[in-house]
């Protein structure tokens, strides 16, 4: 009986995938622990191995396919009492569908269909039609019915809009000063935006799993999390002259410290000292850590990912710059196991570098903390004798969950974070 490949669950939140690129081809056969496909998840792009043996009898989502669903049947393995099917010629291979469109992609599994243009259709039937192309044949006066769709199962798409000359419309195009019926006055926006659409040189881009998870994930954070800011400046002087000493230290042994390594640090010891910081709010239930697993905001092509350093609380500073070289430059390559980058009791984002003074960012769910550090700069500075000087200053400001931390506690963690970062040699302890 032939065996069911079926796209895997390659995280514990993975939904869908992206099928990035098939290794092997039809008619070839694999044993178990053989590489099939790449898969690329939301964070990263992993390997898929087979776990049984046989040949492959047909790969039925083609490389490329986005969207594709946990569960579903991606390929057919023949077993060893099986023959294998022959492989499709390269021209029946389902056409992905154009990418200047923004129509629904084709279900995972099904496929795309890439017969000739379908004839126009007869009056007063329905027309299939992308949202782009309606728009802009409304803004031309041009007849839908009276086209041939050129996408998938006879669609019209821009092209076909595009292609075609302005002349018998079912019904004028209206003027822009005529009034609208009261009925379609909710959809004024959405014209002007079509008369934008067509007007701007623009392009469609589908969003990548990635972006797709981003925008869940915080759009869940801001809606449904209660956030509380809490801000203070943060002299840096002693936490760079110690920086300066360290690495000079640590030179022979290849290790280079960041400020932001000193800052993880400075943030998994301040969730020690105020650990109603360092929790999840779970409903009827709260869930402390005992431990600061801090994840850490790193940009990446396409997103931001957040690689978790574990027990920055406890690990050396060496250790913790170590750990951020690794998982920076793997998170940048989509190498990050999932274990490396979900979970995490806090998180920390360092805007500073890119020359931001101040920011707040939005809480890391199921998280209740995150810490937006802005640029160190030269500011005047009352100093301890009270006299007026110039010294080297951040502006960090804290993101809480107000539903799991109160403000008190919020303050407690932001001016632990403040001391150990202008005392720094507590860093070292």
């Known amino acids: ?65 986005a969207g594709v669903k946990v569960g579903t049947v991606i390929a057919t393995l023949a077993g060893e009492d099986e023959g294998a099917a022959p492989a499709k010629p390269a021209a029946d291979k389902p056409a992905a569908a154009p990418k200047a469109e923004a129509a629904p992609a084709p279900a995972a599994a099904a496929p795309v269909s890439t017969s000739a243009p379908t004839a126009p259709k007869p009056a007063g039937a329905r027309v299939a039609a992308s949202p782009l192309a309606r728009r802009i044949a409304a803004e031309r006066g041009i007849d839908l019915a009276t086209l041939r769709g050129t996408g998938p199962n006879g669609r019209i798409v821009r092209a076909d809009v595009e292609a ?14 005529a009034v609208a019926p009261a009925a379609a006055a909710p959809a004024a926006s959405a014209g002007a935006q079509a008369l934008l659409d067509a007007r701007v040189p623009h392009r469609i881009e589908r969003l990548s799993n990635m972006r797709k998870t981003i925008a869940r994930r915080l759009a869940q954070s801001m809606q449904e999390a209660p956030h509380i800011y809490l801000t203070v400046d943060v002299r840096l002087d002693k936490l760079l002259a110690l920086r300066a000493e360290l690495n000079a230290a640590l030179e022979s042994q290849g290790i280079k410290l960041s400020v932001n390594d000193m800052l993880i640090k400075a943030l998994g010891k301040a969730l020690m000292i105020a650990p109603e910081c360092n929790v999840t709010f779970a409903g009827d239930e709260l869930i402390r850590y005992d431990r600061a697993d801090v994840s850490v905001a790193v940009s990446i092509p396409g997103g931001l990912i957040t690689p978790i350093v574990q027990d920055a609380n406890g690990r050396s500073l060496s250790s913790i710059a170590t750990a951020m070289k690794d998982l920076g430059a793997r998170a940048r390559d989509g190498k990050l196991a999932p274990e490396e980058y979900q979970g995490g009791t806090a998180s920390i984002s360092n805007m500073g570098m890119m020359g931001i003074k101040q920011f707040t960012a939005v809480i890391n769910p199921p998280q209740a903390t995150i810490l937006a550090i802005g640029a160190g700069e030269k500011r005047p500075w009352v100093m301890p004798d009270g006299s007026l000087g110039v010294a080297s200053v951040m502006t960090a400001t804290g993101s809480f969950d107000h539903r799991a931390v109160d403000g008190a506690d919020g303050a407690r963690l932001m001016a632990a974070f403040k001391a150990l970062v202008e005392k720094p040699l507590g860093l070292l302890m």
């Not at 075609?164 to 000063?177: D, F, I, N, S």
């Open 1 to 65: 009986m032939p065996i069911e490949i079926k796209m895997p669950a390659l995280s514990p939140t993975m939904e869908e995938g992206t099928l990035a690129k098939w290794l092997v081809k039809e008619g070839d056969t694999v044993s178990a622990g053989d590489v099939l496909a790449e898969i690329e998840t939301d964070k990263a792009t992993m390997e898929f191995e087979a776990v049984d043996e046989g040949t492959i009898q047909s790969l039925a989502v083609p490389a490329g396919t």
């Open 164 to 177: 075609a000359q302005p002349g018998t419309a079912a019904a004028p195009a209206p003027a822009l000063q």
